[in-house]
C-alpha cells in the first residue's frame, strides 16, 4: 500500500487515535519494518463518504435536480421581442390603366412580456404601423403607440397552471434528490461497515487458527523426543502429526477467508481521483475490540423517535405525496372553464395620433366533456391514497427494524458474556488435561480435544463480537446516526 493511499484511507488513523468505542489502537508493521495504521471503522466509513463513486453520483443528482428547478424557472423569464416588416401590394384595381394600384407601409414593433406564477401576463411595448395600413391592422401615429398589455386569467390558470406546477415540482425535487442521496449514504455505509467487521472477524479466525496450529507444531516435536526416548508409543508421533496436519488446512482456510473479507472490503476503498485502493493489509486489522454492552432505555426510545423523524424512505414518501398534490391541484384547476380578461392601455403620439387607446375583452371556453381533467384527477387521488398506505406500511417496517436492531444489540451482550464464561472454562479445562497428560494420567487425543473446544469456544466468542458490532451499525442506519 503505497505512501499517497495511506493518507487517503484516513488522516486519523495517520496519527493513531482511538476510534470512538476507546479500544487502543497500535501501529503495526509490514515485512519491511515500515509501521502501518491500524484501520478503525470510522476510517472505512470516512473514505466511503469522501470518496466513493456511487455517492458522487448520487451527489451529482442533487445537482441536477437544481439544475431541473433553473430550468422551469426560467418559464417565468422576461422575453424581448422586436421586429420590422415592409411591404408593397396591391390596394384596389384600376379599369382605366387596367392595373392595380400600389400600396405601401411599415410595420415595426418591440416589446417586453412576462408570465407571472399567478398566471398573469404583463407586457409593455411600442408598435409602428405607417402607410396603407391593411386590416385587422391599425394605423398609428407618426411617433408610434406606447402600450401596456394585462391578461388575467379569471379561473382556469389562476393561482396554478402547468408552468407553476413544474416549477413547484422541480424545487420538491431537490430535498427529493437529498432524500435519496441519503438513503444511498446510509445502504453504502451499512455495507461497508458489515464488510469491514467481517473482515476483523477473519482475522481474529485466523489468530486462533495460527495459535492452534502453534501448540500442535510445538507438541508435536515434544512428542517426537519423548517417543525417541521410549516415554510414548509411536502412535502418539503419528497422532501429533495428523493434527499438525489437521490444523494446518484449518490455516489455510482461515487465510484464504480474510482474503476474500478484504477484497470484499476493498470495494469501499477509494482514492480521492477515483481510483480503487488495494485491499488493506492483515496488519491493518484491529486486534483488540471493546466488549459489548448493552443500550439502555432511553438509548431505544431516542433511536425510533430519531428513525421516524429522519429516515430517507419516509421523507422520498411525503415529497412524493406533496408532487402528486401539486398534480390533482392542476388537474383540478383545469377542469374549470377558461375565462380570461385582457386589458391593455396605450398613447398614440405623433402626426396622425388619437392619443389614448384602449384594448380590452373577456374570452370564454369550456370543453364540452372533462374526461382529460376527470382522468388526471382520478390518478392523482389514487397515487395520494396509494403514498398514505406506503407511509403507514413503512414507518411500520422502519419501527420493527429499529426494534430487531435492538433486540440483536442486547442478545448479542447476553450471548457475549456466556461465550466469555464458555471460553475461560473451556481454557481451564485445556491447561487441566495437558497437566495430566504431562503427568501420564491422560492421552494426546484427549489433549487435542481440549484445545480444539477452547479454540471452537475463542471462535464462537468472535463472532458474537462481530454479530454485536454488525447489530451496532444496523442501528446507526436504521436511526439515521451514521
Given at each position: 500500500m503505497?505512501?499517497?493511499?495511506r493518507a487517503?484511507l484516513?488522516?486519523?488513523?495517520?496519527?493513531?487515535?482511538?476510534?470512538q468505542n476507546?479500544?487502543?489502537?497500535?501501529?503495526?508493521?509490514?515485512?519491511t519494518?515500515?509501521?502501518?495504521?491500524?484501520?478503525?471503522?470510522?476510517?472505512?466509513?470516512s473514505?466511503?463518504e469522501?470518496?466513493?463513486?456511487?455517492?458522487?453520483?448520487?451527489?451529482?443528482?442533487?445537482?441536477?435536480?437544481?439544475f431541473?428547478?433553473l430550468?422551469?424557472?426560467?418559464?417565468?423569464?422576461?422575453?424581448?421581442?422586436?421586429?420590422?416588416?415592409?411591404?408593397?401590394?396591391?390596394?384596389?384595381?384600376?379599369?382605366?390603366?387596367?392595373?392595380?394600384?400600389?400600396?405601401?407601409m411599415?410595420?415595426a414593433?418591440a416589446?417586453?412580456?412576462?408570465?407571472?406564477r399567478?398566471g398573469?401576463k404583463i407586457?409593455?411595448?411600442?408598435?409602428?404601423?405607417l402607410?396603407?395600413?391593411k386590416?385587422?391592422?391599425?394605423?398609428t401615429?407618426s411617433?408610434g403607440?406606447?402600450?401596456?398589455?394585462?391578461?388575467?386569467?379569471?379561473?382556469?390558470g389562476?393561482?396554478?397552471?402547468?408552468?407553476?406546477?413544474?416549477?413547484?415540482?422541480?424545487?420538491?425535487?431537490?430535498?427529493?434528490?437529498?432524500?435519496e442521496?441519503?438513503?444511498?449514504?446510509?445502504?453504502l455505509?451499512?455495507?461497508a461497515?458489515n464488510?469491514?467487521?467481517?473482515?476483523?472477524?477473519?482475522?481474529?479466525?485466523l489468530?486462533v487458527a495460527?495459535?492452534l496450529?502453534?501448540?500442535a507444531?510445538f507438541?508435536?516435536d515434544?512428542?517426537?523426543?519423548?517417543?525417541?526416548?521410549g516415554?510414548?508409543?509411536?502412535?502418539?508421533?503419528a497422532e501429533?502429526?495428523?493434527?499438525?496436519?489437521?490444523?494446518?488446512?484449518?490455516?489455510?482456510k482461515?487465510e484464504?477467508?480474510?482474503?476474500?473479507?478484504?477484497?470484499k472490503?476493498?470495494?469501499?476503498?477509494?482514492?480521492?481521483?477515483?481510483?480503487p485502493?488495494?485491499?488493506p493489509?492483515?496488519?491493518?486489522?484491529?486486534?483488540?475490540?471493546?466488549?459489548?454492552?448493552l443500550?439502555?432505555?432511553?438509548?431505544?426510545e431516542?433511536g425510533?423517535?430519531?428513525?421516524?423523524?429522519?429516515?430517507?424512505?419516509?421523507?422520498?414518501?411525503s415529497?412524493d405525496?406533496?408532487?402528486t398534490q401539486?398534480?390533482?391541484?392542476?388537474?383540478?384547476?383545469?377542469?374549470?372553464?377558461?375565462?380570461?380578461f385582457?386589458f391593455?392601455p396605450?398613447?398614440?403620439?405623433?402626426?396622425?395620433?388619437i392619443?389614448?387607446?384602449?384594448?380590452?375583452?373577456?374570452?370564454?371556453s369550456?370543453p364540452?366533456?372533462?374526461?382529460?381533467?376527470?382522468?388526471r384527477?382520478?390518478?392523482?387521488?389514487?397515487k395520494?391514497?396509494?403514498?398514505?398506505f406506503?407511509?403507514?406500511?413503512?414507518?411500520q417496517?422502519?419501527?420493527?427494524e429499529?426494534?430487531?436492531?435492538?433486540?440483536?444489540?442486547?442478545?448479542?451482550?447476553?450471548?457475549?458474556?456466556a461465550?466469555?464464561?464458555?471460553?475461560?472454562?473451556?481454557?481451564?479445562?485445556?491447561e487441566?488435561?495437558?497437566v495430566?497428560?504431562?503427568?501420564?494420567d491422560?492421552?494426546?487425543?484427549?489433549?487435542?480435544?481440549?484445545?480444539r473446544?477452547t479454540?471452537?469456544a475463542?471462535?464462537?466468542?468472535?463472532e458474537i463480537?462481530?454479530?454485536y458490532e454488525q447489530?451496532?451499525?444496523?442501528?446507526?442506519a436504521?436511526?439515521v446516526?451514521?
Open positions: 503505497t505512501d499517497s493511499i487517503t484516513s488522516d486519523s488513523a495517520k496519527r493513531f487515535l482511538p476510534p476507546g479500544r487502543k489502537v497500535e501501529p503495526a508493521a509490514t515485512s519494518g515500515q509501521q502501518l495504521p491500524k484501520i478503525t471503522l470510522e476510517d472505512v466509513l473514505n466511503v469522501r470518496n466513493h463513486p456511487k455517492l458522487r453520483g448520487a451527489n451529482l443528482q442533487r445537482d441536477i435536480a437544481s431541473k428547478r430550468e422551469k424557472q426560467g418559464a417565468f423569464d422576461p422575453v424581448v421581442s422586436a421586429g420590422s416588416d415592409y411591404l408593397r401590394f396591391n390596394t384596389e384595381f384600376d379599369a382605366k390603366t387596367q392595373r392595380g394600384k400600389v400600396g405601401e411599415q410595420l414593433d416589446g417586453i412580456e412576462m408570465l407571472t399567478y398573469v407586457g409593455a411595448g411600442t408598435r409602428f404601423n402607410g396603407k395600413v386590416s385587422p391592422l391599425s394605423p401615429g411617433g403607440e406606447y402600450f401596456l398589455e394585462f391578461k388575467l386569467p379569471l379561473l382556469r389562476a393561482r396554478i397552471n402547468e408552468k407553476s406546477a413544474a416549477e413547484r415540482q422541480a424545487l420538491l425535487g431537490e430535498p427529493m434528490a437529498q432524500a442521496f441519503e438513503l444511498t449514504r446510509l445502504d455505509l451499512l455495507k461497515a464488510s469491514y467487521w467481517d473482515w476483523v472477524t477473519s482475522k481474529g479466525k489468530d495460527r495459535n496450529l502453534t501448540l507444531e507438541r508435536a515434544a512428542v517426537r523426543q519423548r517417543v525417541a526416548a516415554d510414548l508409543p509411536q502412535i502418539d508421533s501429533a502429526d495428523l493434527e499438525v496436519q489437521r490444523r494446518q488446512g484449518g490455516v489455510i482461515a484464504r477467508d480474510l482474503q476474500k473479507a478484504a477484497f472490503l476493498s470495494v469501499f476503498l477509494w482514492a480521492p481521483d477515483g481510483r485502493i488495494p485491499s493489509e492483515e496488519s491493518q486489522a484491529p486486534t483488540r475490540l471493546a466488549p459489548p454492552v443500550l439502555t432505555v432511553q438509548q431505544a431516542e425510533q423517535r430519531s428513525a421516524l423523524a429522519r429516515r430517507p424512505e419516509l421523507q422520498m414518501l415529497l405525496r406533496q408532487i401539486v398534480d390533482l391541484d392542476l388537474a383540478r384547476n383545469q377542469r374549470l372553464p377558461a375565462v380570461d385582457s391593455s396605450g398613447r398614440d403620439t405623433g402626426l396622425g395620433a392619443g389614448n387607446t384602449v384594448k380590452a375583452g373577456v374570452s370564454f369550456l364540452l366533456r372533462q374526461r382529460a381533467a376527470d382522468g384527477i382520478g390518478t392523482a387521488l389514487s395520494i391514497q396509494k403514498v398514505d406506503d407511509l403507514v406500511n413503512e414507518r417496517r422502519i419501527t420493527v429499529v426494534l430487531d436492531a435492538l433486540n440483536a444489540i442486547n442478545t448479542a451482550f447476553d450471548r457475549y458474556r461465550a466469555a464464561q464458555e471460553v475461560t472454562l473451556a481454557e481451564r479445562l485445556e487441566g488435561e495437558r495430566k497428560f504431562q503427568l501420564g491422560s492421552t494426546l487425543f484427549l489433549v487435542n480435544q481440549r484445545e473446544a479454540a471452537e475463542r471462535l464462537k466468542l468472535i463480537q462481530a454479530e447489530a451496532a451499525a444496523t442501528f446507526r436504521a436511526t446516526q451514521f
